[in-house]
């Protein structure tokens, strides 16, 4: 599993991470509410990640199950990758920052300072 | 007192549009921090209209920049009267034409450089020789190759934005509806920063790996490519990209592309700012952190929401305050004003020569005069202005006035008769005083003549200079291998020699 996951197969997959195994209907249910994709994008998005054997699709209602799991994506993947996976909470989001390459350590905590001391 | 013309060169326009663009840059770092940010994409766009209209306005508030003597009118008269006369030369005497040629050459050139200033004098017949083929031909090789290169740009984006989904969501649906905007949104794996594409249907592109549950940043990020949409600032950005290919080899524009693209950033985070309901100022900074922290990128080609200046813009964000109405009327005032010295600031080159030598009976004075600025002075401008200053000339004979009284006089007259502002001419007087009169003066001075020598107090005089106090043209000097007196002569500026203006000084010869 060397190949990396592109942005929209992350979304899928970080999906199936949180809630386990879904109907495919019901991902693209959930993705319709969080980022607004119509069906036929999850579902194109679903069968890529099939081809890549990121996950498996069952019978019936299309139960899709992760074939890999968060640790083991973030292995593989590159640190760019790791930045990618921050969600949520802005301290989350604070701790992928810093490891992110637009900014380093300094300048976080310079601009912090100036968002926090402006009036 | 207007005029009017299209023929500015565009290297012109691309220097004049290069000054503005400094003057852009300097009432930003001046006032930037007071005036709403909307403004400069405004004078922006004024400079833009110079870098593709070669108009050319003439008003008495125009700048006077000295490089606009150098295709004097003058000039060009005196170039085509030296050349009448070299060919007068050779027909004349073919064994000793070379001597006086240069002779020739040079008396031109020194009578050129007492009208104009010396870096004009020697500039100026150089720059109509200078070949414009190869020039003109590396140019358009230069306007192609940015065009084909913007070009594929252009591609390679559309490639990248090829594999888009379309989305629609709620979030985002609000905030589009709240700016009055109607535009598609995307989501795209393979872009970091957001954008507004397009010119006639804009799209809104959002990197697919954003955090689409943080729905405060969905909304400042929506809300500032809106912002992008709303302003038309693809267009504004079309057009920077098409000025570049004509201007590609003038760095000054390439620099103005990058300013520009800022200060469309900083007006949009503001437009945001005031679409948004309260003081977001703090949430929008951190929403400026975490896309910045996505991946820092500029592309001059599209709108995008971060760029490697997130700090310049978040100092923005910080400092941003709801304009009053009386901050908002200034800022229109000033737009207004800076598009008007815009416009009218910079001309292109003119003409100025309007009078030559001319001179009356009984006035010791010859008068000049070119004009300051780019003027339509109507039909048979030069007989009219000729026989207004023939009439000032001559109405003033016998009266001894000064060159300083003449010269107002002379402009005052031609502002009368041009309807035009007074600044608009310049008037050079000199002494020219008939030599029956110098002889006479002389005389009542101690001064006789006997055959070709003078005498002064019946002494041989061995030198003798004769000019106006403070100016450097003689009205006579001679001097002889004898005699015994060296005579120095002053003149006051209506051309009477001055009390006291005779000095004698015993010479000898060793």
Known sequence: MGTTLYDSELKVMEVLWREGTLTAKRVTEILKDEIGWNKNTTYTVLKKCVEKGY?????????????????????????????????????????AFLKGKGLDDRQVKRLMDIIEESK | MLSIRFD?????????????????????????????KRLFPILWSVVLVRLFIPFSISSP?????????????????SISILQQQTTETYEAASDSSIEELSLLLNSANETEQTYTSPATAESAPSFPFISISWVGTLWAAGVIASAVWLALCWSKCQKVLENSASISNQTAEKVLQK??????????????SPLAVGLGHPGIYLPTRMDF????MLTHIIAH?????????????????AALCLHWYNPLIWWMARELSRDLESACDEATLSVLEGDNRKNYAYSLMAMAALECRGSLIYSSFSKTEVERRI?????????????????????????AVFATGGTTFYSSGLCWGIQADGCYMIADVVLNRDLELGEFAQGRANSTVYRVLAESAGQEKGRTQLQKEIVGALSREFGVEPGAFQAHCYLSIPREVILEQYAQAGITIKGDRYYYDGTLVHSITDREE??????????WQDGGVDLYILRDETGRIKEDGVQAYLWYRF
């Open chain 2, 225 to 241: 490519e809106a912002m992008h949409i709303k302003y038309r600032d693809n267009w504004l950005k079309t057009v920077m990209l």
């Open chain 2, 179 to 192: 700016c009055r905007i109607t535009a598609d949104v995307y989501t795209c794996d393979r872009i970091s």
């Open chain 1, 55 to 95: 996950l498996r699709r069952d019978e019936p209602d299309f139960q899709c199950t992760p074939l890999i799991t968060k640790d083991e994506a973030c292995q593989t993947m590159t640190n760019e990758l790791i930045d990618k996976m921050f969600k949520g909470s802005s301290e989350l989001f604070f701790s």
């Open chain 2, 470 to 479: 403070g100016n450097a043209s003689y009205i006579t000097a001679s001097s």
């Open chain 2, 315 to 339: 100092k923005g964000v910080m400092a941003y305050k709801r304009a009053g109405k009386f901050l908002i009327s200034l800022t229109i005032m000033l737009a207004i004003g800076t598009s």
């Open chain 2, 8 to 36: 500015m060169p565009l290297w012109l326009m691309g220097i004049y549009g290069g000054i503005m663009a400094i003057c852009v840059v300097l009432l930003r770092i001046l006032l930037g921090k007071r005036l709403p």
């Open chain 2, 213 to 216: 549950s943080n729905y405060e």
């Open chain 2, 61 to 77: 508030f125009s700048l006077h920049i000295p490089l606009l003597g150098e295709m004097d009118g003058r000039l060009f008269g």
